[in-house]
């Protein structure tokens, strides 16, 4: 499928985490459009596995959203960093769990309609406990989780962010039952 | 968990889709932190599935990432619209496909460390074909795929956006098999 092509850019925004861009882009067709763009250094999701199949979540303040949400252990890629070493430093740092045996699950992009953050997705086990020593503005509460409990966290939007949702659906292959919300015409 | 408290907060950036708040706020423990907020209006996704099982995708450039995915249909929800009648004028504009039948299957938020944009995902089926009429600035093909075609589809990055992946797993019930990235310690 044929690019956009980016006619001029601008960076209204710089912070410590994302920066955004404005791009007017010529489609195809020759119109011109405004594109806004977040850039993000991209980040990895955990999922630690126990020996006997607990699941090892984070209960996590989340500003963004307002509320605290139970999430894999995570964190974003520093510069020059590669995932798994990143993927490593956050299952340590955010539950004390060190392992060798990484395996990657899928990767993902969170919002591609205007955000270039990709996500990496990974499942631990053979975890070797440790201490734990979080990010100094992380407050964290580990949890520990039966797969049995995991529908239930997801239907009830306690576990509710992409990378969460992604690695316990795919590594449980978990099919999501939903409700029907509508059998006649909307207003 | 206790929330952070805003103290100050600035918006350095007024998009037309997104918009950039960055909040000082107080941690319980009375320090002060800088978190970057990215405001979106929310988007909902439509799995689209035909009689026989077939399912309806689109494949969308994404100026964001610089490349095409396949997608389920999706939009960003309009001011003051309710998510079922941004579905059904979603899949109805990218398809042409028009149906009363909507399950809702989950909500979840892209990256709730920085973002608010919430997702709700829908499966869509008794559909009713009709003429697509995309928005001027979208370019779409719709691409028919069958169930079996679909971890495939993830495991080469065809199928990567959040919305997508998390519709298509918790849908079909997929395990993925992933692929182990070390067995010994990283450099």
Not at 135 to 142: F, I, P, T
């Amino acid at each position: 499928m044929q690019p956009e092509t980016v006619v001029r850019s601008e960076r209204p925004f710089d912070g410590k985490l994302i920066r955004v861009r404005v791009d007017t882009v010529r489609l195809p067709d020759g119109r011109e459009r405004q594109r806004e763009v977040v850039e993000h250094p991209g980040a990895v999701g955990v999922l630690p596995v126990l020996t006997d199949g607990t699941l090892v979540l984070v209960r996590q303040y989340r500003h963004a959203i307002g509320r605290a949400l139970l999430e894999i252990p995570a964190g974003t890629r520093e510069p020059g960093e590669d995932a798994e070493t990143c993927a490593r430093r956050e299952l340590a740092e955010e539950t004390g769990y060190r392992t060798e045996a990484l395996w990657e699950l899928v990767r993902f992009y969170v919002s591609p309609g205007w955000a270039d953050e990709e996500l990496i997705v990974y499942v631990a086990d053979d975890l070797q406990p440790g201490a734990m020593h979080p990010a100094d503005d992380e407050r964290l509460e580990v949890v520990p989780v039966r797969p049995d409990e995991v529908p239930g966290l997801i239907a009830r939007g306690e576990i509710a962010d992409s990378k969460s949702v992604v690695a316990l659906l795919a590594y449980l292959g978990l099919r999501l039952g939903g409700k029907r919300v509508g059998d006649g015409p909307q207003s």
